[in-house]
């Protein structure tokens, strides 16, 4: 079972400018729902009109104030969260630091050679498909799908976590950036959160039936090994819409989703922002 934690934080290391001095002092300007794990997903919303700043750049802010970004799975340095208000005209700037992780290694055998160390023709498919996902994942929409916590999106038993070390046929890959539910074929795969579709593709070779689901703010989740697709590019979604059938496509040793989660191109880990620490048994 995932263990989970949760962090709520409200911005209060004020730096005033000289027009601010007010006879009530103002109330802090945002809060954060989230871990400090690596990995995870803030989801930050403003008390009242402001600016939001990542790092020295921009984050996006909807009209209700809702905004959103991550710490990488290896991120080591803090980050800093500055948000001004527009009443006020104060500053508060957050150092926040992520809190480590240690990642399990995981050993896969049995695979065709052909998924593990494909040849030259297939390889330049694999990098055409990855750039498709990619690209997928570089808007910047108005949505805030992210805003609440999100449902797991398949019934089934967690058979691979986030961030492990994968060897694959004895050879160390690329650490695992999702959460596999193990499920029986043709098991449902529903929307977690509101949102819309930016990729659908039935036959990636690795991934098999892929989907790209946009939830706002540069948060996207993935959907992939999928059995057959029940969406079209530029569908609208709500929270548990049909969004395709689990299956083994792709590099798979047997049928399972693999759910993933982006901000933009960082890789994120679901299962820290979801409702519940499992999903329900199929």
Known sequence: MIERRSFLISGIAFTAAAKSACATPPPPPFSLRGTREQGSLLVGKLVEPGKVMLDGKPLSVSPDGYFAFGFDYDQKAAARLTVTTTRYG???????????RTYEVQRINGLPETLVTPPP???????????????????????????????????????SVFGSQRILNGKPKAPHFGV????????????PADGSIVLAEADFYLTGGTTVMDHGHGVFTMYIHQSAL???????????????????KGRATGPHLHWGMNWFQMKLDPSLSTRTASPSKA
């Open 90 to 100: 104060l500053t508060s700037n957050n150092d926040l630091m992520p809190v480590p």
């Open 121 to 159: 023709d297939i390889q330049k498919r694999i990098n055409r498909e990855n750039g498709m996902i990619v690209e997928a994942r570089e808007r910047d929409t108005s949505g805030i799908g992210f805003a609440e916590p999100f449902d797991w999106p398949t019934a089934g038993i967690i058979s």
């Open 180 to 191: 596999d539910i193990a499920a029986p074929e043709g098991t449902a795969i529903h929307a």
């Open 230 to 248: 029940k969406v079209r590019v530029g569908q609208a979604m709500k929270r548990g819409d049909l969004i395709g059938l689990v299956g083994k």
